[in-house]
């Protein structure tokens, strides 16, 4: 479960550390590289997430923007079965203190087999499927450099 101070949300997901990544994400996180030229100099999250309709998750982010400029944020939705689920781009202001969500300023359609580089700074979050199926996406973050 994740709790922003705005919303909460359920996601059925598996977070690993470095000693406990299967070997099939592994050879995907290696193809990522690979195919893309980024190499991760620190891991600082890995997971699978799934969602099945209705699970929308919170806007969030991955960083701080501070620190936007050497880290990156990968979502590779797994498969190309019959599903959907945007990813939303936010933008923000502050409220109380806080960063919160104001409107969508980008949507990028679910599409099976997609991967999506993006600054994980911004706010986002990713809507559910509007049907039956179950979703599942690698999240990958952290630390970079290009090759």
Not at 3 to 14: A, Q, V
Not at 25 to 53: M, P, R
Not at 85 to 102: H, M, Q
Not at 117 to 146: C, E, M, V
Request: net charge negative; glycine share 8%.
């Amino acid at each position: 479960q994740a709790t922003t101070d705005f919303c909460s949300h359920t996601i059925w997901g598996k977070s690993y550390m470095d000693s406990q990544v299967p070997y099939c994400i592994k050879h995907l996180i290696d193809e990522i590289q690979s195919k893309t030229g980024i190499t991760f100099t620190k891991v600082e999250y890995c997971g699978l997430n799934g969602q099945t309709k209705g699970i929308d998750a919170c806007p969030h982010w991955d960083c701080e923007p501070e620190i936007a400029h050497k880290n990156i944020s990968i979502l590779y939705y797994i498969g190309s079965f019959n599903s959907n689920g945007d990813l939303l781009l936010y933008n923000e202001d502050i409220y109380d203190g806080k960063r919160r969500a104001t409107d969508v300023y980008n949507q990028i359609e679910f599409v099976g087999n997609r991967l999506i580089i993006f600054d994980g700074s911004k706010l986002h979050s990713a809507k559910g499927p509007d049907n039956d199926t179950f979703r599942t996406s690698l999240i990958l973050r952290g630390q970079y450099a290009i090759n």
